[in-house]
């Protein structure tokens, strides 16, 4: 097989993304409203009172998956940027940009809700934590990357300048998910392991695995629909581009 016939050579071209970003995303989207709502009433209606926490323990149904997907979404950036720089693709730095305000949002949402557990957990609002600072950093890495390639005009030297950022900030990630092993930290360590299982309840299990999902799909979902905008930004000059804003005209 020649790498022309292969699909993945094949959708490197912002083209061929373009369009199947537009068969996916739709339904992503339906799934991730599907998943989030499943996973809302179980965590928040069927899932037992915790008997340490008691009712306020119900925030880890968002905020569990909200801090795994700020972790998930960044490492995926880096991905894409390690990919630009070696290939010189040009969907690379688009991918990077499309999941950069997603990786915010998740990231604030991770401490905006830790904040909420953390009142009555710890008496505090905030600590600086070890979890928490390097969790904060990478909220600050995501909104850098932002900044910086906004603020450079040429498309090919901000993502050159964004992959960068993305790829040293990348070595923050690990920082934060082994930071309870490392320090002695306020922060509980993991209820869900790949390696030693879950010390969850089940239903408990269930409801965060089902917004971890939902979060997933939304994710993926909105970066495929924001790329598909910044494609057409960026190829507004070629042939296809301007013959589908024709056809997009014609329909109207």
């Known amino acids: 097989m020649t790498s022309h016939s292969s699909p993945w050579f094949r959708y490197a071209s912002p083209q061929a993304f373009y369009i199947l970003a537009g068969r ?24 037992p009172i915790d ?22 979404i960044y490492m995926a950036m880096a991905f894409w940027a390690l990919l630009g720089l070696t290939f010189n693709t040009r969907l690379s730095g688009m991918m990077s940009r499309a999941l950069a305000p997603t990786g915010a949002l998740f990231a604030f949402l991770s401490l905006w809700t830790g904040a909420l557990w953390g009142k009555p957990m710890w008496g505090a609002w905030w600590v600086w934590d070890a979890r928490l600072t390097s969790e904060l950093i990478l909220f600050f890495l995501y909104l850098g990357f932002i900044g910086l390639t906004s603020a450079i005009d040429d498309p090919r030297r901000a993502d ?59 994710a993926i979902a909105v970066a495929l629909y924001r790329v598909r905008t910044l494609i057409l930004e960026r190829e507004r000059n070629t042939h296809w581009v301007i013959e589908l804003l024709k056809t997009v005209e014609k329909t109207k």
């Not at 339904?27 to 991730?32: I, M, N, P, R, V």
């Not at 009712?55 to 972790?71: C, D, G, T």
């Open 51 to 72: 008997f340490q926490q008691g009712q306020a323990y119900r925030i880890i149904f968002v905020h569990v998956p909200a801090s795994w997907m700020s972790m998930v």
């Open 160 to 218: 050159k300048a964004g992959s960068l950022l993305a790829l040293v900030g990348a070595i923050n990630v690990p920082i934060i998910y082994f930071s309870v092993r490392w320090w002695n930290t306020l922060h509980q360590g993991a209820s869900v392991s790949v390696t030693q299982g879950s010390s969850m309840a089940q239903t408990m299990l269930s409801a965060m695995l089902l917004m971890a999902l939902s979060f997933w799909m939304y």
């Open 24 to 47: 996916l995303w739709p339904g992503l989207a339906l799934l991730a409203t599907l998943f989030g709502l499943w996973g809302l009433w179980l965590g928040l209606f069927v899932a």
